[in-house]
């Protein structure tokens, strides 16, 4: 949870997102974030060919107002941490969302971090059974579910759909009625499930 108190936008304080990106493989991909009334709350657009990972992420396509940033210094996806600012606090640090490597290629797994880099929850799929069968046999036909934490509570539930045009992530916060989790790094983690696990997809 942000020690910094809850973020001002009002467009971070809804308890049910859809996260929908759209693949252009000549440009990269770009996110559109929507609220329950299906109105565009942020939007993001993913370079192609870039070789470290650095998404901005705006209050819509105009991309005049920034309201976050992703960004890693490594240059392979595997086992990177994403570091998650805020420029509209003066790029303040939120925290950080590092993939569990080795343990992604058979059940995704990311650690979530607080400003001090310090573990305080995390996300994973739902099993590695259905991990595998994801994988190995049926892809896109299963929908991945993933589930967030922190520490041992629940707080947000993903639910990713893809085929190879159009992936989407609905993110629910519903169970997270005591705020633990701060909403800019469920929206980065969102983002992160479609953008770095959408290769693997």
């Excluded at 290629?105 to 880099?117: K, N, T």
Aim: positive net charge.
């Amino acid at each position: 949870m942000s020690t910094e108190g809850p973020p001002p936008l009002p467009q971070f304080h809804h308890s049910n997102y859809l996260v929908r990106q759209k693949v252009v493989k000549l440009l990269g991909g770009a996110f559109h974030i929507y609220d329950t009334a299906g109105n565009v709350v942020f939007y993001s657009r993913q370079k192609a060919f870039k070789m470290k990972e650095d998404i901005r992420i705006y209050t819509g396509e105009d991309r005049t107002t920034e309201v976050l940033s992703i960004r890693t210094d490594q240059v392979i996806d595997f086992g990177a941490t994403y570091h998650v600012h805020d420029p509209q606090q003066g790029d303040l640090h939120v925290g950080s969302l590092k993939r569990k490597g080795l343990k992604s290629f058979l059940r995704d797994e990311w650690e979530v971090l607080d400003a001090s880099g310090h573990k305080i929850g995390g996300i994973h799929e739902d099993s590695t059974a259905l991990a595998l069968l994801r994988r190995l046999v049926v892809g896109w036909l299963l929908p991945q579910k993933y589930f967030g934490f922190i520490g041992t509570v629940p707080v947000s539930l993903f639910t990713r759909n893809f085929n190879p045009f159009v992936s989407k992530v609905q993110l629910d916060y519903s169970m997270d009625t005591q705020g633990r989790l701060d909403r800019r790094l469920g929206i980065a983690a969102a983002v992160l499930l479609l953008a770095v696990e959408g290769k693997q997809g």
